[in-house]
């Protein structure tokens, strides 16, 4: 556990001159493996993803045809922008890479959706055979099957980038983003099947206008429960996201967090699917008794959450302006939102947009440096903490011509002001003996 950090050295920088260990250098490039090499591992996962998605268009065209297909998509794709703004707006504290965001949407879109479909048809089919009784294994498959199988494909997303993008999973909020978005991608193929096969019914029976199936279905899956699958895919994120938080020396608390997460995800999208054999009213029962409330609940959890973050930060980070690689004012400003946003409008204004991305990379970079001293402080550092700690003071270093004004001018902006109390007694000035005024206001460097 790291209490003292580096002090910089001044003035080439931490990270001019030789790498850093553990970066990685040419000769130990040269005996890697081929299949160890990065290039391989993406182009096998974008090549199966890519599969995926062929696959399951061509499955979605089949069943819906031309013409219900592009309805479909028109329709489905509406809420995926709102859902992806959302979980962006919950990551702003510390933002994930994009590159991690497209492979959950492909994921839950290609990958996910391609096993449910066959999945469930295959158990369906078996049950409606062993049983003879088409209309119970629909049943059995809706509330017990398809929750089973598509929040454990759904599952698969976060568990691969909490194994192998560890250092972009590090809490509660990184999971809900992780699992939502991979959810908003399964959701986003699953009401182009649903939305095109209500058009296609529609076309046969001749319904049109509000009364048809496909209005119908749009205002069930589109504007009334949209967030439906990311709110059930998120509990398993949050299970993610504690075991992130827990320290290594504790691995069951590791496996039970994401095991009891995807199980009450399993459990929550059972009944919401079940929800018609309530009654007639059986489906808005369950969304108002227990949809709305808990994704309220989870709202406030995750919002709560970005706030002790946001603590975090404000917390950890005074220790590097000690040691002198940052500046006094930085800790407080990269604690506020409303002072990052200030930071980078006026690099902007003063420079380019260029200068408002640097920026912005350096409120992540500092962010993140902020949680891997918390980790460290709780007992679980990770093996590599100070090579990660040098790197990202490394990246701090190089963007301080750049950030430095910024954050400083949105401390002096957003900073509270100093209280100033007018003493009880006189105060001799230069009106008189027993006059009394108020002292000059004390000087506060943060205040513009």
């Not at 790197?391 to 190089?398: A, P, S, Y």
Request: with cysteine; net charge positive.
């Amino acid at each position: 556990m790291a209490t003292s950090p580096p002090h910089p050295s001044y003035p080439v920088g931490p990270t001019d001159g030789a790498p850093f260990a553990g970066s990685g250098t040419a000769g130990s490039s040269r005996h890697a493996h081929w299949w160890h090499r990065a290039w391989v591992r993406y182009g096998a996962l974008s090549t199966l993803l890519a599969i995926s998605g062929l696959v399951i268009l061509a499955l979605v065209r089949e069943e819906t045809g031309t013409e219900g297909f592009l309805v479909g998509l028109g329709l489905a794709v509406l809420p995926v922008p709102l859902l992806i703004a959302a979980f962006r707006w919950l990551d702003r504290v510390e933002p994930g890479p994009w590159r991690n965001l497209l492979f959950c949407f492909a994921w839950g879109a290609c990958a996910a959706a391609l096993i449910a479909i066959v999945a469930n048809s295959f158990a369906t089919r078996w049950i409606a055979t062993a049983t003879a009784d088409p209309s119970s294994a629909d049943t059995l498959g809706a509330t017990v099957i398809a929750p089973v199988v598509e929040e454990s494909a759904k599952a698969a997303a976060v568990l691969l980038v909490f194994l192998f993008r560890r250092r972009d999973f590090t809490g509660i909020v990184d999971g809900v983003v992780i699992a939502g978005v991979t959810a908003t991608g399964f959701a986003f193929t699953e009401n182009i099947l649903y939305l095109g096969t209500a058009f296609g019914t529609d076309q046969l029976t001749g319904g049109s206008g509000i009364a048809s199936v496909t209005a119908a279905t749009f205002f069930v899956r589109v504007i009334m429960s949209p967030f439906a699958h990311p709110l059930f895919t998120v509990l398993t994120g949050i299970g993610f996201g504690i075991a992130a938080l827990s320290a290594d020396r504790r691995p069951p608390r590791r496996v039970a967090f994401p095991i009891g997460g995807l199980l009450l995800a399993m459990g929550m999208h059972a009944m919401w699917n079940g929800s018609s054999a309530f009654g007639e009213h059986g489906f808005f029962a369950v969304y108002a008794a227990f949809m709305v409330p808990i994704f309220g609940l989870l709202t406030w959890l995750v919002i709560w959450t970005r706030q002790r973050e946001l603590k975090t930060v404000r917390a950890e980070l005074p220790a590097y302006a000690v040691a002198g690689w940052l500046t006094p004012a930085e800790p407080y400003a990269l604690g506020s939102m409303r002072a990052r946003r200030i930071a980078r409008q006026y690099a902007r204004r003063h420079a380019d947009r260029a200068a408002a991305r640097e920026v912005a990379r350096y409120e992540a970079y500092a962010t993140s440096l902020a949680f891997l001293r918390h980790r460290a402080r709780r007992g679980s550092p990770g093996a590599d903490f100070a090579v990660r700690e040098r790197e990202l003071l490394g990246e701090l270093w190089r963007r301080r011509e750049v950030a430095r004004p910024a954050l400083d001018h949105a401390a002096r902006i957003t900073a509270p002001p100093v209280p100033v109390t007018v003493p009880p007694w006189p105060v001799y000035g230069v009106y008189g003996y027993g006059q009394h005024r108020a002292p000059y206001p004390a000087y506060n460097p943060y205040r513009s």
